[in-house]
């Protein structure tokens, strides 16, 4: 079975566990992490109606669907989730780790969690809102302690709920401060979109090595607020400000499927990707009992063409897929390349590289350095 | 400050940054080499290196690829690395009086401006115009010139932008919107300038020129002396200054009354002289006839150091406000260039250079001083006018005993002419904050600037052949 179509519908369907399998198979957020043929990473709910049901014989994984068998492989959920801070906060109420990228959301739920449409990155999504807070202490301690675990490469801070005029940047600020002076790592943040540009230098020149602008729909109608359209053309302005200042590939923008019409969302895939912008798509069913579940019917054989064109469009541009280190929540534009003809030889050996200890630390110095020329302090005018 | 990301391609953004490594590599590949290499015929291990280090220097301050006060402390330690003598020589030379002198000079200007005794003293020298712009003007040219006099242009320069800029503002001049706004800022910055080579006080190009010239060896300049030198060519460019401005730009107001009243409400505010105005002004006056009478018995920074001790007896100033407002960075520039200056002529490797390369085409002293000054002129454009001394006087010391002229022509020449830059801000302070108020433009000036230059320099010449021969510097 292709690779990414099988992924596709486990994140779509979830997966059961089959007889006698031992317990806890998931992490504290409910997810099973798999890692599928062609070394293809994914998070998986527990659903009992999935057609899916994962074994275990003789230590070894596998998933079954109609009498079929796929050989997997199952991760154990990371210990460190159960350690604690020195202050006594569960790491696991502080962040949670998707493939290389560690997700924290220091400000509480954005408007995805609290739309109830997970988009899984801070896994219980619901529930983010009764986490204690935490200080800036514990979020180092709290990552130092996955590291020693497990290799992340970025460290993504949600900004939240923001109405604020700066996206979310200003009141992030001392976080990524703090960050970079105790971690080597690469930081992303997922912002409101800001009011005036300028927030944007000022994103980067803090130490920002990625940024998350999303708009959640793109296709305007009647149910939406008049302000839907001076809502975008400042998404526009501010993507394609943000493509001209940070790395290629490192903006991005998270498109949720399955809402819109799929030409929409095609259009859209192509329209960010023209302006530098690297499309996420966002694939899962909304929480249960959530209002948008009843319009959320797309299934994974209609989407299978947004993902190859995704693919293909993006290795024609040169954009660097890499920022992308979320692979286990989504299908990752370069995963795309099992539903396309195209062939991925160098951004597969590219990313190959980056894999690899020397690629960590090639990307963190080049990261620093490119910063280093390009921050300038002007006089205020 | 505000964040602004450079978005140039890359390399153009690396080329921007870092242009100066491959530099850096090259001299240091330079020095390398020529540690290396034998010295030519005539000129002693020593002297060759030390040539060689002042190479450096000079690429150094020229392409200003580093500060000037650290190109000044690398001076210092160059020649030992390369081997021209042992460190403990080599710092000697930065404890020199002129460096004392200018940083007892600096202190007092810092005391001026902290009290509050120059702006008041500024404010007197503006105040009646009356209506008349072109008086407004001769004022302000010659308040700046004045001042300069006694303080360093650059302090003046500081001083005086705010009291324009407030003027302009009163008549109602918004930036590069108006001719006579731009000529405020022109006279300020040109009587800075004017002014500032009238006297020893008026910056460290002199200071730094004469102690050049104790360093090697030679009779100082006194006070007196230099300002009766170059007094000529201070009324002379001064006057010829006002006339250029108000003939290359038009007076487009019709009275400055505004202006006027303004300057007379600001002198209200200033109140009664405290009494340690009045102290200061005793100091200053002090200063002037001590340099005068006794600069040459105890020497320059001997006086200029024991006023800074009284300033501080009688509490005028607090160390504080030293801390703020003196260019310490010059003053280490300063200790750099004259111990380089030293090494150069010690190692007969300045006499070598002349001797071998600037003789063979130069042989009249008349030629020497003109195009030592014409140089110091155009150099003093692109360079600061330290850097100019810095480069020139050792050179001009080195072939005066040779072509048969007194070392003291050298530095009358070269250290006048080094205070003459009237086109770019990276000439002077004063020029680089007249620029900073926005009612002009580089191409604006451009061709005054290029007049007075000339101007500058055949005032130099009938100085140096009419009225030098009477003050008994003979050419
Ligand atoms: S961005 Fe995703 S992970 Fe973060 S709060 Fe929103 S829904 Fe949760």
Redesign the pocket.
């Known amino acids: 079975m292709n690779p990414a179509v099988l992924k596709l519908e486990l994140m779509a369907y979830g997966i059961r566990p089959g007889e006698g399998l031992f317990q806890p198979l998931a992490n504290p957020f409910g997810l099973v992490h798999l890692t599928l043929p062609e070394k293809l990473a994914v998070s998986i709910h527990l659903q009992e109606r999935s057609p899916y049901s994962l074994h275990n014989r003789n230590n070894r994984f596998f998933l079954e669907k109609n009498g079929e068998t796929i050989p997997v492989q199952w991760t154990p959920p990371l210990k460190a989730y159960e350690k604690k801070t020195s202050s006594g906060l569960a790491i696991k109420e502080i962040l949670t780790v998707h493939g290389g990228l560690i997700?924290v959301?220091p400000k509480g739920?954005?408007?995805?969690?609290l739309s109830g449409l997970?988009?899984?990155?801070?896994g219980s999504?619901k529930a983010?809102n009764e986490h204690p807070p935490f200080t800036k202490k514990d979020l180092v301690e709290a990552i130092e302690m996955v590291l020693e675990e497990k290799r992340c490469d970025f460290v993504n801070l949600?900004s939240g709920r923001v109405t604020s005029d700066d996206g979310g940047v200003e009141w992030l600020t001392p976080w990524v401060v703090e960050l970079r002076k105790h971690l080597h790592i690469l930081i992303s943040l997922?912002l409101a979109l800001p009011r005036s540009l300028e927030w944007i230098d000022k994103t980067y020149a803090i130490g920002v090595d990625a940024l998350y602008y999303d708009l959640d729909f793109f296709n305007p109608d009647e149910t939406r607020p008049a302000t839907f359209q001076e809502q975008r053309d400042l998404h526009w302005k501010a993507l394609e400000q943000a493509a001209k200042i940070f790395p290629a590939g490192a903006v991005l923008s998270h498109l949720v499927i399955g809402f819109e019409p799929l030409e929409e969302t095609q259009k859209r895939i192509d329209l960010l990707i023209g302006k530098g912008v690297v499309p996420i798509l966002v694939y899962f069913p909304p929480l249960d009992g959530s209002p948008l579940s009843s319009r959320w019917k797309i299934t994974p054989q209609e989407i299978q063409g947004l993902y190859a064109r995704l693919f293909e469009k993006l290795t024609q541009t040169g954009l660097n897929p890499h920022w992308v280190q979320q692979r286990d929540v989504i299908l990752t534009p370069l995963e795309g390349r099992f539903l396309s003809d195209q062939p991925a030889r160098y951004p597969l050996a590219l990313q190959n590289f980056y894999e690899t200890s020397l690629g960590r630390i090639v990307t963190l110095g080049l990261a620093s350095l490119r910063r280093h020329l390009r921050v300038r302090e002007v006089p205020a005018p | 400050m505000k964040v602004k990301i450079d978005t140039r391609p890359l390399p153009v953004v690396i080329a921007s940054r870092w242009w100066r490594f491959p530099v850096y590599l090259l001299l240091g590949y330079g020095l390398y080499h020529f540690y290396q290499s034998p010295p030519p015929e005539g000129l002693s291990l020593e002297g060759f290196r030390a040539l060689v280090v002042f190479l450096a220097c000079l690429v150094l301050w020229v392409f200003h690829l580093l500060p000037l006060p650290i190109t000044g402390l690398f001076s210092l330690i160059a020649p030992v690395l390369m081997g021209v003598m042992p460190a403990k020589q080599a710092f000697s030379f930065f404890g020199s009086e002129p460096v004392f002198f200018i940083l007892g000079v600096f202190i007092l200007a810092a005391a001026l401006l902290k009290s509050g005794l120059s702006t008041r003293i500024a404010l007197l020298l503006l105040r009646s115009a009356g209506h008349s712009p072109k008086r407004l003007l001769l004022q302000i040219m010659a308040a700046s010139a004045l001042l300069s006099f006694v303080m360093s242009e650059h302090a003046v320069a500081a001083m005086m932008f705010p009291l324009i800029l407030v003027i302009t503002r009163t008549l109602q001049f918004i930036p590069y919107g108006g001719s006579y706004g731009r000529l405020l800022f022109l006279a300020m910055a040109w009587g800075c300038i004017i002014g500032g080579i009238a006297t020893m006080l008026g910056g460290g190009r002199v200071p730094l020129a004469v102690g050049m010239l104790q360093e090697a060896g030679q009779e100082t300049i006194t006070f007196l002396q230099w300002t009766s030198a170059v007094l000529p060519v201070v009324l002379i460019t001064f006057l010829a200054g006002y006339l250029v401005l108000t003939r290359f730009y038009t007076i487009d107001v019709d009275s400055v009354a505004n202006a006027d009243d303004l300057i007379t409400t600001k002198l209200r505010e200033c109140g009664r002289p405290l009494l340690e105005e009045k102290f200061l002004a005793l100091l200053v006056v002090g200063a002037i006839v001590g340099w005068t009478l006794w600069g040459n018995r105890f020497g320059m920074a001997t006086i200029s150091i024991l006023v800074v001790v009284l300033l501080f007896m009688f509490r005028v100033v607090e160390w504080k406000d030293l801390e703020e407002n003196v260019d310490w960075g010059i003053i280490l520039m300063y200790g750099g260039a004259i111990g380089l200056s030293t090494i150069l002529n010690s190692t007969g490797a300045g006499l070598w250079l002349v001797k071998t390369q600037v003789l063979p085409h130069l042989g009249s002293p008349w030629l020497l001083v003109s195009l030592l000054s014409l140089v110091s002129l155009l150099l003093t454009e692109a360079l600061s006018n330290s850097a100019v001394v810095a480069i020139l006087v050792p050179l001009g010391l080195s072939i005066a005993p040779t072509v048969g002229i007194d070392p003291k022509i050298i530095v009358y020449t070269v250290a006048s002419a080094a205070g003459l830059g009237y086109a770019l801000p990276i000439s002077t302070p004063a020029m680089a904050l007249a620029f900073s108020g926005g009612y002009f433009r580089i191409k604006d000036i451009v061709l005054p600037a290029l007049l007075m230059d000339l101007i500058s320099w055949l005032a130099l010449m009938a100085t140096a052949r009419l009225w030098w021969p009477l003050l008994g510097i003979r050419i």
């Open positions: 997700a959301h739920p954005c408007r995805f969690g997970s988009c899984r990155y801070c999504t983010l949600s997922d």
